[in-house]
């Protein structure tokens, strides 16, 4: 006798709220819906009835009797006196073993064109507390990457957190399709926070390729999606990371971009009548970017591996949001512009990057080899203008003589091709050959 799946159902009875608690819609201005009741608190999840059917919001602030609502979706049939409903709960993003492979949106609802999710998923609420300082482990295990001149010369940690700092068109997105290809994580959550949607599915299909999507979790809200859903959509990913981590599993958590997630946080903030301070940024800004970067790292079983992306304007690294970021992350990869236009990739820019942690987990030998080859890139940097006016006289300078010698090899140990992966062994063994004779 077969048995009829009465699971989905029942599910959804343990979620049914059967005292509704209701209140009116007064006003609308801008992006924030004012009403009146219900008693609720700030991050509940509230429906406006329209005649298009229910609306979802999330309670955003209060203004003297008023609840200040701002739409998850689109506020079109939205009419004054409209009925609001409370729902009970903040948002909650889904995860599992069955999110593998798949893309949702920043409310957990799948865009891709396989279906609904299996009723088995389990709901995360996507507002979660950092853990504990002292129940994190210390880093201290190194995590290949498949990217040649990071596990060479900054090598990273299960646990740590990295930015990606870059102007547009630098190579960031690729980058981030290698490393999750390649990277020894065992599961990969993708947070895509206001890209354009064409960009999308070029980075799906070219960059993360159907062998990076089998292992990943992708979480997209577009730049045409409100404010809201791309906050919340860097909230739901970082949610689904911290699941598998639970799970005792090594999980890397990349967000692209942080500073798209900053500007939705201001366009909230400046709705809800926050004051703008520096170069426009509203406090809470800065009060979120901590909260939401320090849920990355270890903990008692597993680790998030972190990488952000951050968005530099004309390569300002002390701008508002690539300040913050830098002081709160673990290390950063700069992505140099000069590079790249000397068909340089990844064109990470030695001088400027670090890995804060480098020196707590690798080896005294790799240290001292990766410190000898920055010191002899960087001495042909000082000394490029004289060399490349042929102002330089061989034999004068040894040191300088080294590093035009050494040059050609750290240009070949810096370029990777796209789909080339590279173990973390054979990385470390090809920064060695650079210093042979």
């Given at each position: 006798?077969s048995t009829?799946p009465?699971?989905q159902?029942e599910?959804?009875?343990?979620e049914?709220d059967?005292?509704r608690?209701n209140?009116r819609v007064?006003?609308?201005?801008g992006l924030?819906?004012e009403?009146t009741g219900p ?7 509230c ?7 229910p609306?979802p919001?999330?309670v ?6 008023a609840?200040?609502?701002m739409?998850l979706i689109q506020?079109?049939?939205i009419h004054?006196?409209?009925e609001?409903i409370?729902?009970?709960?903040p948002?909650?993003a889904?995860?599992g ?8 949106d ?5 865009i ?5 999710l299996p009723?088995s998923v389990?709901?995360v609420?996507?507002n979660?507390?950092p853990p504990s300082?002292?129940?994190r482990?210390?880093?201290?295990e190194?995590?290949g990457?498949g990217?040649r001149?990071?596990d060479?010369?900054?090598?990273f940690?299960r646990g ?5 700092f ?10 981030m399709g290698m ?5 020894q994580?065992?599961v990969?959550?993708?947070g895509l926070i206001?890209?354009r ?11 993360l390729?159907?062998e990076?999507l089998?292992?990943?979790v992708?979480?997209v809200a577009t730049?045409d999606r409100?404010?809201?859903?791309r906050?919340?959509?860097?909230y739901?990913?970082t949610a689904?990371a911290e ?6 599993k090594?999980?890397m958590?990349?967000m692209d ?5 900053a500007?939705?946080?201001?366009e909230i903030?400046l709705a809800?009548g ?5 170069r426009?940024?509203?406090?809470s800004?800065f009060s ?7 849920r990355a790292g270890?903990a008692r079983?597993?680790?998030?591996t972190g990488?952000y992306t951050?968005l530099?304007?004309?390569?300002d ?5 690539a300040?913050?970021?830098?002081g ?5 990869i700069?992505l140099s ?10 064109a990470?820019?030695?001088q ?7 020196n707590?987990?690798a080896?005294?030998?790799?240290i001292?080899?990766?410190n000898?080859?920055?010191?002899l890139?960087t001495?042909y940097?000082?000394a490029a203008?004289?060399?490349?006016i ?5 034999g ?5 003589d ?8 750290i ?6 091709g796209?789909?080339e992966?590279?173990?973390f062994?054979?990385a470390v063994?090809s920064?060695e ?5």
């Amino acid at each position: 006798m077969s048995t009829f799946p009465f699971s989905q159902y029942e599910k959804a009875i343990e979620e049914t709220d059967p005292v509704r608690l209701n209140g009116r819609v007064t006003q609308v201005v801008g992006l924030i819906v004012e009403a009146t009741g219900p008693q609720v608190g700030v991050g509940e999840v509230c429906h406006i009835i329209t005649h298009h059917g229910p609306l979802p919001c999330e309670v955003v602030g209060f203004r003297r009797n008023a609840i200040l609502l701002m739409p998850l979706i689109q506020t079109e049939g939205i009419h004054q006196g409209a009925e609001v409903i409370s729902v009970g709960r903040p948002l909650t993003a889904p995860a599992g073993i069955e999110m593998l492979g798949r893309m949702v949106d920043g409310l957990g609802q799948p865009i891709d064109d396989k279906g609904l999710l299996p009723a088995s998923v389990t709901q995360v609420p996507i507002n979660r507390e950092p853990p504990s300082p002292f129940s994190r482990k210390r880093i201290s295990e190194t995590l290949g990457t498949g990217v040649r001149v990071l596990d060479g010369l900054f090598t990273f940690g299960r646990g740590q957190r990295l930015g990606i700092f870059s102007g547009s068109g630098v190579g960031k997105s690729t980058l981030m399709g290698m490393i999750c290809r390649s990277s020894q994580a065992n599961v990969n959550v993708i947070g895509l926070i206001g890209e354009r949607g064409r960009e999308v599915r070029e980075f799906i299909e070219k960059d993360l390729g159907e062998e990076g999507l089998r292992r990943s979790v992708v979480v997209v809200a577009t730049s045409d999606r409100p404010a809201l859903v791309r906050v919340k959509a860097a909230y739901a990913a970082t949610a689904i990371a911290e699941y598998f981590r639970d799970q005792g599993k090594d999980v890397m958590l990349m967000m692209d971009s942080v500073t798209r997630f900053a500007l939705a946080q201001r366009e909230i903030g400046l709705a809800v009548g926050e004051p703008p301070t520096t170069r426009g940024y509203t406090p809470s800004v800065f009060s979120l970017l901590p909260k939401l970067l320090e849920r990355a790292g270890t903990a008692r079983h597993g680790s998030i591996t972190g990488i952000y992306t951050v968005l530099v304007e004309g390569g300002d690294m002390d701008e508002p949001i690539a300040d913050a970021v830098r002081g709160i992350l673990d290390g950063h990869i700069v992505l140099s512009r000069e590079m790249a236009q000397q068909n340089l990739y990844p064109a990470v820019d030695i001088q400027a990057s670090i890995s804060r942690l480098m020196n707590d987990i690798a080896s005294k030998r790799h240290i001292e080899v990766a410190n000898r080859v920055k010191d002899l890139y960087t001495t042909y940097q000082q000394a490029a203008d004289l060399v490349n006016i042929g102002a330089y006289k061989a034999g004068t300078n040894p040191k300088i003589d080294e590093a035009i010698n050494k040059l050609p090899r750290i240009n070949e140990f810096i370029k990777q091709g796209i789909r080339e992966s590279v173990t973390f062994e054979a990385a470390v063994k090809s920064l060695e050959a650079i210093l042979e004779k």
